[in-house]
C-alpha cells in the first residue's frame, strides 16, 4: 500500500511540475500515460529524426491500403516531444497518407490546447519524422 501512495504521489508531484512549466492538463496526460508510445511490431516503415534541441524521434508505421492503420513513436526527449509525438499519432491513425502529410504545428499544438512557448520545436519535430517517415515509404513504393 505505501508503494502504491508513493507512486501516486510521483505521479502528482510530476503533473504539478509540468502544469507549473506551462503544460496543459491534455498535454499532460500524453505524458504521463503515453499511449502511443512504440515500438510497433510488424511496422512497414521506421524512421528516425533528431532536432536540434537533441531529442530523438523514431516514427514505427503500420499502412495498409494506403491508410495508418496504426503508429507509434519512441521519444528520447522532454515532456514537449513525447506529448507532441503522443498527439500527432492520434491525429493521423486512420486517414490515408495524403490526409496525415496535411496535419501540421498547428494541428497538434490544438489536439496539445497548451504547451509552453519554448516546447514549440517538439511539435515541429513530431511533425517532420512523421512526413519524413511518409514519405520514405512511398518512394519505397515507386521505386
Request: hydrophobic content about 35%; glycine content about 8%; charged content about 30%.
Amino acid at each position: 500500500m505505501e508503494k502504491e501512495q508513493s507512486g501516486a504521489d510521483n505521479l502528482a508531484s510530476i503533473r504539478e511540475m509540468l502544469a507549473g512549466s506551462g503544460y496543459g492538463e491534455k498535454a499532460i496526460e500524453y505524458y504521463l500515460t503515453r499511449p502511443n508510445q512504440g515500438p510497433l511490431k510488424d511496422a512497414d516503415q521506421i524512421t528516425e529524426l533528431t532536432g536540434p534541441c537533441g531529442d530523438t524521434m523514431k516514427t514505427y508505421l503500420k499502412i495498409e491500403n494506403g491508410k495508418i492503420q496504426d503508429v507509434k513513436f519512441d521519444v528520447l526527449g522532454c515532456p514537449g516531444a513525447i506529448s507532441a509525438a503522443m498527439a500527432l499519432a492520434d491525429l493521423v491513425k486512420g486517414k490515408d497518407l495524403d490526409q496525415a502529410l496535411k496535419v501540421k504545428d498547428g494541428d497538434v499544438f490544438k489536439a496539445l490546447v497548451e504547451i509552453p512557448d519554448q516546447k514549440q520545436h517538439c511539435i515541429r519535430l513530431a511533425v517532420k519524422t512523421l512526413e519524413k517517415a511518409i514519405k520514405e515509404y512511398q518512394d519505397q513504393k515507386t521505386h
